[in-house]
């Protein structure tokens, strides 16, 4: 797990502030902290898992984990019916993988390197599936913009939307499983070669049994739901408190804390000049958020919460994401990349962050 393990002593203090009824605000800060070492123990333990169950199983239990944290968040917010919270979580995921974690692996592993290079079909054609889940959850603001006339604001937490609307969001969302499920064939079956790049960890560790990556995953997944119902029940005060809006936290803090581990991953094996598997984490996960995760959490909304929720997301969102979805077809498009991109991709996102806030 790496450093992570070191903030595993938060969860503890995260629950026992909860049952004390401490300040909102401390308890919002420790279970965020809480959530990164479970996060971590997830991914590890599907990489385990995945290790021993053979390149197609394997593949399917990576991307099938790899969000799950973000994924259980949203959950719970969903149920809380935080529409508002889950949608800018999810846009802060997306803008955190393609600007912050790209721009960081880019930066840190072309210091003293002329330039890295990285496969250039494989990087293309996530960034080209990322293209079309752009393509697809814009559109749903867009039909909204035409036929009512206005967004949700960055301050709403739920909007009710016309029927039309729901349905819309609905069949788009089942489009996007599909593709999800075609890409999983072409990634891991017809042309697995191109998406697995070697992986070799420098510190020897002996590997787990199944049964340990199975018991392991379960302790990560339970704890990261108890961090997870923590996090979002403490999102409203603790935005008041701080002042910032909760639109902010979530697609700025919430984003960043879910992936905290992977994004780690993605700067460390760029240093070692391992860029394809750095572009890999990036950009794949990305596209899985865009399009498994939000699509599932569009469906699962009909079931869970006070009533459905469509896709459409507020001005910042629906810019935020056209532009990153661009850039990340434009840096992936040569195969090679330098430390002066990772600068820019990270300045782009700092000027979202201000947006953010001002918002």
Known sequence: MGWPRYLTVFIPIAIGLKLAGANETLI??????????????????????????????????????????ELIIALFALGKGLHEVVKASLVGSILGNILLV???????GGLGRDRQVFNRT??????SMLLLAGVAITMPAVFTLVSHGAL??????????????????LWISVLMIGVYAAGLVFSMKTHRDLFNPEHEEEENHEPWTVRRS???????????????EILVGSIHHAAESVGLSEFFIGAIVI?????????????????????????NIAIGSSAQIALFVVPVLVLLSFVIGPGPMPFVLNGFELAAILFAIT????????????WHEGVLLLAVYGVFVVAFAFA
């Not at 494989?122 to 960034?127: H, L």
């Open 28 to 69: 919002f800060v420790t279970s965020a902290l809480g959530v990164i070492p479970t996060a971590a123990l997830m991914g590890r333990a599907t990489e385990e898992l995945a290790a021993r169950s053979g390149p197609g199983i394997g593949g399917f239990l990576n991307v099938t984990f790899g969000n799950a944290p």
């Open 102 to 108: 790209l721009g960081a692996a880019m930066l840190v």
């Open 122 to 127: 494989a990087a293309s054609a996530q960034s």
């Open 152 to 169: 949700p604001g960055p301050h709403d937490e739920i909007r009710d939307f016309p029927s039309k609307v729901e349905h819309l969001s």
């Open 214 to 228: 199975v018991t392991m995953l379960a302790i990560a997944g339970v704890a990261v739901g108890v961090m997870s």
């Open 255 to 279: 984003a960043i804390v879910g992936n905290a581990a992977e994004h780690w991953v993605a700067v460390l094996v760029a240093r070692k000049d391992k860029m394809d598997l750095a572009v």
């Open 327 to 338: 850039i990340a077809n434009q840096v992936t498009q040569e195969g090679e990349s330098t």
